[in-house]
């Protein structure tokens, strides 16, 4: 059974950062990209950014451009999302998910598993 789990979500007061991470089991995805969506409240989910399979290339949202970086282990078959200098327009709910091909894209589509989602909220 594939999974996908994130984990390191919280609250954070406007500025500080939160590293989230997500570990897959059941499969390995060192051969996919994987990429993080966010969904706040009355929101449609929207793309955050993405790793392509080797870690070498990452594309992001221009929201969190600068901000935000990732980085993933394939040997851990994990992924990593740093979130600096947060605001609270950052709140939501994370979501990792792994994509069907190598470079993945900035469209829910192109993902294949998903997982449950980790609570991020930035106080004012």
């Known amino acids: 059974q594939v999974q996908l789990v994130e984990s390191g979500g919280g609250l954070v007061q406007a500025g500080g950062s939160l590293r989230l991470s997500c570990a897959a089991s059941g499969r390995t995805f060192s051969r996919n990209a994987m990429g993080w969506f966010r969904q706040a409240p009355g929101k449609e989910r929207e793309f955050v950014g993405r790793?392509?399979?080797?870690?070498?290339?990452?594309y992001y949202a221009d929201s969190v451009q600068g901000r935000f970086t990732l980085s993933r282990d394939n040997a851990k078959n994990t992924v990593n999302l740093q979130m600096n200098s947060l605001k609270p327009e950052d709140t939501a709910v994370y979501y990792c998910a792994a994509a069907r091909g190598l470079r993945g894209s900035a469209y829910p589509t192109d993902y294949e598993y998903w997982g449950q989602g980790t609570q991020v909220t930035v106080s004012s």
């Open positions: 790793i392509i399979w080797s870690g070498d290339s990452t």
